[in-house]
Antibody, heavy 119, light 108 residues
């Protein structure tokens, strides 16, 4: 059974960069699936941030206020999310997820990692 | 971006009662790309209904969905105490993928 687990710094200062890791077990991230990042603000709004395909292609939400980058380390079966110059608006629970449906629904999620942006 | 307007924002229901949540899209969506999630406090959103009307694995038959075009609905036929959660619709029809604002279900 595939499992995902997020990890991150917990607390980041404004203007710093945020780097999150999603570790995948039970399935190779190069064998299939779209690998996705979603965040949920304190107000509970869910925001899809972007994805990486199993072949390494990426697509990002053009509505995001700040640019992001999704990368991977195939030898560790991990993919990553980087946000630069974070603001307090980036305070959220960050989830990684996997989708193989063809219809963009998410049936595999990590438990989430909370990120607080504060000085 | 397609905006999903969910209503109501909250529901208070008695056990055994039927509840219905509506999700209206700002543009037409193929029914294959409209999905519903249940999120309990402290947990990730759990897929309940995919492609408008198909129950995800392990989901009880009291949960159902229907709709087409710009109007979709999610129904719990007989609410149970364990159904207390926030429910979200989500569209995968066009990028960026978007979620509704959520409906919080509480039990009287």
């Amino acid at each position: 059974q595939m499992q995902l687990q997020e990890s991150g710094p917990g607390l980041v200062k404004p203007t710093q960069s945020l780097f999150l890791t999603c570790s995948v077990t039970g399935f190779s991230i190069t064998s299939g699936y779209y690998w996705i990042w979603i965040r949920q603000s304190q107000g509970k709004h869910l925001e899809w941030m972007g994805y990486m395909t199993y072949s390494g292609e990426t697509f990002y939400n053009p509505s995001l206020k700040s640019p992001i980058s999704i990368t991977r380390e195939t030898s560790k079966n991990q993919f990553f999310l980087q946000l630069n110059s974070v603001t307090t608006e980036d305070t959220a629970m960050y989830y990684c997820a996997g989708d193989n449906s063809g219809y963009w629904y998410f049936d595999f999620w990590g438990p989430g990692t909370m990120v607080t942006v504060s000085s | 971006a397609i905006v999903l307007n969910q209503s109501p924002s909250s529901i208070v229901a008695s056990q055994g009662e039927k509840v219905t949540i509506t999700c209206r899209a700002s543009s037409s969506i193929s029914s294959n790309y409209l999905h519903w999630y249940q999120q309990k406090p402290g947990a990730f959103p759990k897929l309940v209904i995919y492609s408008t009307s198909y129950r995800a694995s392990g989901i009880p038959s009291r949960f159902s969905g229907s709709g087409s075009g710009t109007s979709y609905s999610f129904t719990i036929s007989r609410v149970e105490a364990e159904d207390v959660a926030t429910y979200y619709c989500q569209q995968g029809s066009s990028n960026p993928l978007t979620f509704g604002s959520g409906t919080k279900l509480e039990i009287k």
